[in-house]
């Protein structure tokens, strides 16, 4: 069913990967003129799903395309080795992965009071500093939200929960990369802890 012409909305009932799919617009002279969208771009798609059990660095894609405009970054059961090195997400473009210039926050709601955290520069934050306990794991959704189609800018807004805790996690960030973005990674503030338990993966369009 790739590269299928779709010529009436109404034939639109189950599109696949591939369809065109018509957005249809009248220009200045009032002529009707018709664009066609691959339908895989409203779809989402998923990365596989990675452990989060070893090292201090996970890597969880490489393969976000330069069209994608929205992304998640999904936690569950994430966890590290130490106190007050909570999981935290980098982007990388061309160039790398960008370890600076990250405008982010954190904050952790916990039986009626809220602490939050501001100034974090290496990274998205799933959690504030000094709050972080070991024994923490995360289950969260970090969506990613790119600024316009020509640059790259992307705001970053996260939230979950500490499992088997009443405590519920909030987080901010923006990032302007140097190029379009094609990595995203785990990893924590001081580089020193390891993941030690649950996944994460990543979804887009």
């Given at each position: 069913?790739?590269?299928?012409?779709?010529?009436?909305?109404?034939?639109?009932?189950?599109p696949?990967?591939?369809?065109?799919?018509?957005?249809?617009?009248?220009?200045?002279?009032?002529s009707?003129k018709?664009?066609?969208?691959?339908?895989?771009?409203?779809?989402?798609?998923?990365?596989?799903?990675?452990?989060?059990?070893a090292?201090?660095?996970?890597?969880l894609?490489?393969?976000?395309?330069?069209?994608?405009?929205?992304?998640?970054?999904?936690?569950?059961?994430?966890?590290?080795?130490?106190?007050?090195?909570?999981?935290?997400?980098q982007?990388?473009?061309?160039?790398?992965?960008?370890?600076s210039?990250?405008?982010?926050?954190?904050?952790?709601?916990?039986?009626?009071s809220?602490?939050?955290?501001?100034?974090?520069?290496?990274?998205?934050y799933?959690?504030?500093?000094?709050?972080?306990?070991?024994?923490?794991?995360?289950?969260?959704?970090?969506?990613?939200?790119?600024?316009?189609?020509?640059?790259?800018?992307?705001?970053?807004?996260?939230?979950?929960?500490?499992?088997?805790?009443?405590?519920?996690?909030?987080?901010?960030?923006?990032?302007?990369?140097?190029?379009?973005?094609?990595?995203?990674?785990?990893?924590?503030?001081?580089?020193?802890?390891?993941?030690?338990?649950?996944?994460?993966?990543?979804?887009?369009?």
């Amino acid at each position: 069913m790739a590269n299928k012409q779709i010529n009436e909305l109404s034939e639109l009932t189950s599109p696949e990967t591939g369809d065109l799919l018509p957005i249809y617009d009248v220009d200045e002279a009032g002529s009707e003129k018709t664009k066609k969208i691959i339908v895989e771009r409203f779809q989402w798609t998923y990365t596989p799903q990675t452990a989060t059990t070893a090292g201090a660095t996970v890597e969880l894609t490489t393969v976000i395309p330069p069209w994608a405009t929205e992304i998640e970054v999904i936690f569950k059961g994430v966890s590290t080795n130490t106190s007050n090195q909570p999981p935290i997400i980098q982007l990388g473009d061309s160039g790398g992965y960008e370890t600076s210039g990250y405008d982010a926050s954190a904050n952790h709601m916990s039986t009626g009071s809220v602490a939050g955290s501001f100034g974090y520069t290496d990274g998205f934050y799933a959690m504030r500093i000094p709050s972080q306990s070991a024994a923490d794991i995360f289950d969260m959704v970090f969506r990613l939200t790119r600024w316009d189609p020509d640059e790259h800018y992307w705001d970053c807004v996260g939230d979950g929960n500490l499992a088997g805790a009443s405590s519920r996690l909030f987080a901010y960030g923006k990032k302007t990369l140097s190029a379009a973005l094609t990595s995203i990674r785990l990893t924590t503030p001081g580089g020193s802890a390891t993941f030690d338990a649950g996944e994460a993966r990543v979804r887009y369009r």
